[in-house]
């Protein structure tokens, strides 16, 4: 089953550390607010829960980061990710906006957007929202069931997120909303009745993503255990199928696996990483690219912020890419899009064929139904896209 990608949090393709982009000037940047009210029991994000008395260190940390930047960097789209960033609060916001424009400077009519849980929209933190430039907020909703709502450890409650869709929507912002499926004991008749909801805000954007069980969290200790009970794969299936046919019968772009916009509203940023192109990104657990080189920042937000603070290194992974290596990375992103991979733009962008790449797994996919091929464009079939996980094996070193 496919798996959602997290933004920015040095899941994608390629990236550098504490140090000097080198290939090209990166107009994209993504910033990790690691704060949170609470974490919940699926989540294995870089945050901190209840530790509001560390932002003071944060902002410093941050601002020393940002130092690193010899210029300020021009910038087609800025990603605040987390963690839920709507948890600094309106004032909190504005703080970070002074402190990021010294080295971050948004071009017109650039993307800007927040991660923010539907409890913290209020009149105030739209206000904040608009004054800061932000262009788009993700809402962090997963779900409008309020049985799934509590299956899944959230905090809010569906009127919760009608009511911050409405006043973003109303102020002109533009609205992605998350979905989840999968969750524990939830049906295909709750998924289906979620995206109908989902449809009835008239958001521009919704990201629809399966539940994973990561390695360490509370959900995944309570599912060895016992106590919970992962959806059979059968039905996370048809859940999945279900998304596509319902959101694009309503007249979303399914664009990416796990995306889909209006006309004229897919998220710029994620399109930026599908494509390869080099960004920087600071704050905890946040990753950079240049083409090449991933560095990864510390995840831990006390050692990030020591190591900041302290002069030290603050990275917690370098991965260097041969040139073979990132062209097999940008073939796995690529064809997470539904556009698929244009061979000769591949070409142009990795100096790499495809077929001489990875010409044996794509005659598998091709021969298994899983992909199609016009002798130019390579894309998956909608069977591929359920299984498109297992496929990336094939052609990762």
Known sequence: MIKPQPVGHGHSCGQLACGTLGLMQPRHAYVHVP?????????????????????????????????????PLSLDTLYLGGGTPS???????????????????????????VEANPLDVTPEFVTAVRECGITRVSLGAQ????????????????????????QLLTSGLTVSLDLMTAAPGQSLAE????????????????????????????????????QLQQVDNAIEQAMFEAAIDRLTAAGYEHYEVSNFARPGHRCRHNEAYWDCRPWEAFGPGAARFD?????????????????????????????????????????????????GIDRVAFYAASGSD???????????????????????VLRLTRAGLLVSDSLWADVLP
Not at 45 to 51: D, E, H, Q
């Open 35 to 71: 704060f949170c009210r609470h974490r919940c029991g699926y989540c294995d994000f870089t945050l901190v829960a209840g530790r509001d008395d560390l932002l003071d260190r944060y902002y410093a940390a941050l601002q020393r980061e940002l130092d690193r930047l010899v210029a």
């Open 87 to 113: 948890h600094l609060g309106p004032d909190g916001l504005r703080r970070l906006f002074t402190l990021l424009h010294e080295r971050l400077r948004p071009v017109h009519n650039a993307e800007i957007s």
């Open 143 to 166: 779900s409008l069931d309020a049985t799934v709502l509590a299956a899944l450890d959230r905090d809010h409650r569906p009127d919760d997120v009608r009511r911050a869709a409405d």
């Open 191 to 226: 998924v289906e009745a979620d995206l109908s909801a989902a449809v009835g805000l008239a958001v521009e954007h919704i990201s629809v993503y399966c539940l994973t069980w990561e390695k360490g969290t509370a959900f995944e200790v309570r599912r060895q255990k016992g």
């Open 291 to 339: 083409g090449r080189t991933r560095i990864t920042n510390h995840r831990s937000t006390t050692t990030w912020i020591n190591r900041v603070l302290a002069g030290t290194d603050c990275v917690g992974d370098v991965d260097a890419m041969s040139a073979e290596a990132a062209a097999s990375e940008r073939l796995v992103v690529g064809l997470r899009r539904r556009a």
């Open 354 to 376: 495809l077929d001489r790449l990875a010409g044996s797994a794509i005659a598998r996919w091709i021969a298994a139904g899983l992909a199609e091929d016009d002798g130019r």
